[in-house]
């Protein structure tokens, strides 16, 4: 049980255009959806947090207009980077809670951006 | 001050020994705390959760908490070069918090474990 999913697992694109990265919980509603980042060599930082059907909560210094991210459904939630910059290549990865404790993370989305 | 902090080592056991991996928190109201694995290359993977003092065992795992010295551990026995991995350690936040519901994740601690 608590499987998360992310698609795509990595992707490369140019620079100033946008990618969209979805978060799935299978076989679970999560009310809460988290989106991190993690550069090479570093730990993960909280991006912002999202609940179904409300406007995610950003981390200070994480531009809202810049990560676009949308919880419709209790089991989807998705990342869009815009006008994504070389800068923005790193590794995303969401995780997901069921109302309890415990966050299931997802394999991550590898971005590059060139 | 970092809200937690670990040593990010590297540590590097023999192929059956103890591993002992440590984690510090800065928040003295915190009530639960993670032990996540993360390979390389990978995202993380929970290994463990503890939120009352004392030990948590599960199969070659202890967790260990001491809210009193603010200090949570992670031992692996008989450790596998399979255990090769960085471990984080996480702090979520509690009510009336300013990080309610999140967690906060030390830089990691990378374990190595020779044959």
């Known amino acids: 049980g608590a499987v998360v999913s992310q698609h795509p697992s990595w992707v490369i694109c140019k620079s100033g255009t946008s990618v969209k990265i979805e978060c799935r919980s299978l076989d679970f509603q999560a009310t809460t959806m988290f989106w991190y980042r993690q550069f090479p060599k570093q730990s993960l930082m909280l991006m912002a947090t999202s609940n179904e059907g409300s406007k995610a909560t950003y981390e200070q210094g994480v531009e809202k207009d810049k990560f676009l991210i949308n919880h419709a459904s209790l089991t989807l939630s998705t990342l869009t980077v815009t006008s994504a910059h070389p800068e923005d290549s790193s590794f995303y990865i969401c995780?997901?809670?069921?109302?309890?404790?415990?966050?299931?993370f997802g394999p991550g989305t590898r971005l590059t951006v060139t | 001050q970092k809200e937690v902090e670990q040593n990010s080592g590297p540590l590097s056991v023999p192929e059956g020994a103890i591993a002992s991996l440590n984690c510090t928190y800065s928040d003295r109201g915190s009530q639960s705390f993670f032990w996540y694995r993360q390979y390389s290359g990978k995202s993380p993977e929970l290994i463990m959760f503890i939120y009352s003092n004392g030990d948590k065992e599960d199969g070659r795992f202890t967790a260990q908490l001491n809210k009193a010295s603010q200090y949570v551990s992670l031992l692996i026995r008989d450790s596998q070069p399979s255990d090769s991995a960085t471990y984080l350690c996480a702090v979520k936040g509690h009510a009336g918090g300013t990080s309610y519901g999140k967690l906060t994740f030390g830089q990691g601690t990378i374990l190595t474990v020779h044959p």
């Open positions: 995780s997901a809670r069921e109302g309890g404790y415990e966050q299931y």
